[in-house]
């Protein structure tokens, strides 16, 4: 079985631009997280889409968005990046037992901002 | 609301020591606890979980036991490799979190030869 793949691997972007991470869910799972991973931190939980509709959020402001494909992939959108916005991103995919079961990890995006 | 505390790092430790690492949490309902690995310029990588308490989790020579009373689920190994140097990461996750998982801070391990 397939795992979970994000790309780009790495991005650098200005303040200010807008950038669009994407994400494949290991096979058979229909629930995707992303989260945020600072420098020298745990990840925080930014949201999470079920049956293509968000399904949870954390403190993250609205310029942090998602969507959620029929074939489960997804994609994290960010606008007007910001400077403490650089940090890796991770997704994670799950059967909605997720929270029971456990998260399958991506390899994660570094996002650079400048 | 939930949290996850972890025992702060670096640890370094010689090789076919005795591993633990600390860790204790907040939940207001019933979380599943797990322990995340993460390796150099990796994502993160199930190490084991426990559903409920007093469930044992175990994995690759490690052990984590869900203790209610303390609200602990304290990771250890018996005899640490130098494949074992990563940053682990223990994490609650319950529907009552709105499924999203709750992390530590990590704790980086150092095995030297």
């Known amino acids: 079985e397939t795992g979970v793949t994000q790309s780009p691997t790495h991005l650098i972007k200005t303040r200010g631009q807008q950038v669009t991470l994407r994400c494949s869910s290991q096979?058979?799972?229909?629930?995707v997280s992303w989260y945020q991973q600072a420098l020298g931190q745990g990840p925080q939980f930014i949201f999470q889409?079920?049956?293509?509709?968000?399904?949870g959020r954390g403190n993250f402001p609205p310029r942090f968005s998602g969507l959620q494909f029929p074939n489960y992939s997804s994609e994290l959108n960010v606008n007007a990046l910001e400077l403490d916005d650089s940090a890796l991103y991770l997704c994670?995919?799950?059967?909605?037992?997720?929270?029971?079961?456990?998260?399958?990890f991506g390899s994660g995006t570094r996002l650079t901002v400048v | 609301g939930d949290s996850v505390t972890q025992m702060e790092g670096p640890v370094t430790l010689s090789e076919e020591a005795f591993l633990t690492i600390n860790c204790t949490y907040t939940?207001?309902?019933?979380?599943?606890l797990f322990w995340y690995v993460q390796y150099p310029g990796e994502g993160l990588q199930l190490l084991l979980k426990?559903?409920?308490?007093?469930d044992k989790g175990s994995n690759k020579g490690f052990e984590a036991t869900y203790r209610k009373e303390t609200t602990s689920f304290h990771l250890e190994k018996g005899s640490v490799q130098v494949s074992d140097s990563a940053v682990y990461f223990c994490?609650?996750?319950?529907?009552?979190?709105?499924?999203?998982?709750?992390f530590g801070t990590g704790t980086s391990l150092t095995v030297i030869p």
């Open positions: 994670a995919s799950s059967l909605p037992s997720g929270p029971r079961d456990g998260y399958t």
């Open positions: 096979s058979g799972h229909n629930t």
């Open positions: 889409y079920y049956r293509e509709e968000e399904n």
């Open positions: 939940a207001t309902g019933y979380p599943s």
């Open positions: 426990a559903t409920k308490a007093d």
């Open positions: 994490a609650l996750g319950s529907r009552d979190t709105g499924n999203q998982f709750y």
